[in-house]
């Protein structure tokens, strides 16, 4: 049986699934879609063209579905919505906004745990098991593919893209696009590449031989010096094209990423 505080303001028009959990002092707005067994704690705000998927979870204050702070589209009625995925945990003052018409709307995909004071701008595209750490700050129409850590602080820069499994080490500036299966850092500064995710690639069950056969593409992006990076690329293909996370690392570079990989940490491998 779902469970609606007094005090929470349901308007009409909104959809609550079964055994929701609705505390007080929330606003429902009235285009709303609250999957089963979603639990709003208190005090959360939810408006716009937003779902939510079954079993997730929004703590106090946080702000989800309103109109973004894009300036060139502030007509509530062009918004293109929210949508967020399955057994999501959004913490605590999260605030993320609509898409507006230079897309088909803000996506989080299932099983996402976005923390404290983050933010999600307009038209992001976040996948799935992706974690925002507290205060991370992510600008409008970032693409963010699955596994990724974002660590606290940390800032991105509209239109950047990150791949796979990346981590993005604390109080990072990122500018560039993030290469899949990699760390980048930049301590107060512009994150660059560091070395392979070791650690988390073990975690999700990557091979010894996964793991090599990806560091055998960024080490010839990043470390050899004969030819051009096209070219060395074009070499290691031949090397890793049994590999489908290498060939995915290469098919990055060469198709997806559209702001640059940038350089890499002095300090890398």
Same mark, same amino acid.
């Given at each position: 049986?779902?469970?609606? !505080?007094p005090?929470?303001? &349901?308007?009409? *028009?909104?959809?609550?699934?079964?055994?929701?959990?609705i505390?007080? *002092?929330?606003?429902?707005?009235?285009?709303v879609?609250l999957?089963?067994?979603v639990?709003?704690v208190?005090?959360?705000?939810?408006d @716009?063209?937003?779902?939510?998927?079954d079993?997730?979870?929004?703590?106090p204050?946080?702000?989800l579905?309103?109109?973004?702070?894009?300036?060139k589209?502030?007509d509530?009625s062009?918004?293109?919505?929210?949508?967020?995925?399955?057994?999501?945990?959004?913490r605590e003052?999260?605030?993320?906004?609509?898409?507006?018409?230079?897309?088909? @709307?803000t996506?989080?995909?299932?099983?996402?745990? &976005?923390?404290?004071n983050a933010h999600?701008?307009?038209?992001c595209k976040?996948g799935?098991s992706v974690v925002m750490s507290?205060l991370?700050?992510?600008?409008g129409?970032v693409e963010?593919?699955?596994?990724v850590?974002?660590?606290?602080?940390?800032?991105?820069?509209?239109?950047?893209r990150?791949?796979?499994?990346?981590?993005?080490? *604390?109080?990072?500036?990122?500018?560039?696009?993030?290469?899949? /299966?990699? &760390?980048?850092e930049?301590?107060? *500064?512009?994150?660059?590449y560091r070395?392979?995710?070791?650690?988390?690639?073990?975690?999700?069950?990557?091979t010894?031989?996964?793991? !090599?056969a990806? !560091?055998?593409?960024y080490s010839?992006?990043? !470390?050899e010096t004969e030819?051009?990076?096209e070219e060395?690329?074009?070499?290691?293909?031949k090397?890793?094209?049994?590999?489908? /996370?290498?060939m995915?690392?290469?098919?990055f570079i060469?198709?997806?990423?559209?702001?640059?990989i940038?350089?890499?940490?002095?300090?890398?491998?």
């Amino acid at each position: 049986m779902t469970e609606i !505080h007094p005090s929470a303001i &349901i308007k009409d *028009g909104a959809v609550i699934g079964a055994d929701c959990k609705i505390g007080p *002092g929330c606003i429902v707005g009235s285009n709303v879609v609250l999957g089963d067994r979603v639990e709003l704690v208190a005090n959360v705000i939810i408006d @716009g063209k937003t779902s939510i998927g079954d079993d997730s979870i929004v703590y106090p204050f946080a702000v989800l579905g309103v109109m973004s702070q894009d300036l060139k589209w502030q007509d509530e009625s062009t918004m293109t919505g929210l949508r967020i995925g399955k057994r999501c945990k959004i913490r605590e003052y999260v605030t993320i906004h609509s898409g507006t018409p230079a897309s088909d @709307g803000t996506e989080i995909g299932d099983d996402c745990q &976005i923390m404290v004071n983050a933010h999600v701008g307009h038209d992001c595209k976040v996948g799935n098991s992706v974690v925002m750490s507290n205060l991370v700050q992510v600008a409008g129409h970032v693409e963010i593919e699955d596994f990724v850590i974002l660590s606290g602080g940390s800032m991105v820069l509209q239109f950047v893209r990150i791949g796979r499994n990346a981590f993005i080490a *604390g109080m990072s500036g990122v500018a560039n696009d993030v290469l899949p /299966y990699a &760390i980048y850092e930049g301590m107060s *500064g512009r994150a660059t590449y560091r070395t392979i995710n070791r650690v988390g690639l073990m975690r999700h069950g990557f091979t010894n031989e996964d793991i !090599h056969a990806i !560091h055998s593409v960024y080490s010839a992006v990043f !470390h050899e010096t004969e030819g051009t990076v096209e070219e060395r690329l074009k070499r290691v293909r031949k090397e890793v094209k049994n590999n489908m /996370y290498a060939m995915d690392a290469i098919d990055f570079i060469e198709n997806r990423s559209k702001r640059g990989i940038g350089s890499t940490n002095k300090n890398a491998e």
